[in-house]
């Protein structure tokens, strides 16, 4: 009982450290398309987008930022530094 509490307590305490980096990611991702819009603030849309970028579908955050009305050579960057 004692080990899987261990071994708990360290799975939960990696993705607490995790958790910051990938927070990193959409940042960039977000900010990449804030510079287009130039100052201003990314909806929520562009945020999931670049969320699903994070998990590595290129496709489907290009698409969903196009669709939000980022130029796909805008959107197309953006992605590209989600899952970085």
């Given amino acids: 009982m004692a080990g899987v509490l261990t071994a708990l307590t ?17 940042s960039a991702c977000v900010g990449q ?20 970028g994070l998990t590595g579908d290129q496709a489907q955050c290009v698409s969903g930022l196009t669709a939000g009305g980022v130029t796909n ?3 197309v960057s953006a992605c590209r ?3 970085d």
């Fill in 33 to 52: 398309v804030e510079r287009e819009l130039q100052g201003g603030e990314a909806p929520d849309s562009v945020r999931m987008a670049c969320y699903v």
């Fill in 73 to 75: 050579g805008t959107a």
């Fill in 10 to 26: 360290l799975a939960l305490g990696g993705a607490a450290f995790a958790a910051p980096a990938a927070h990193a990611d959409i």
């Fill in 81 to 83: 530094v989600a899952p």
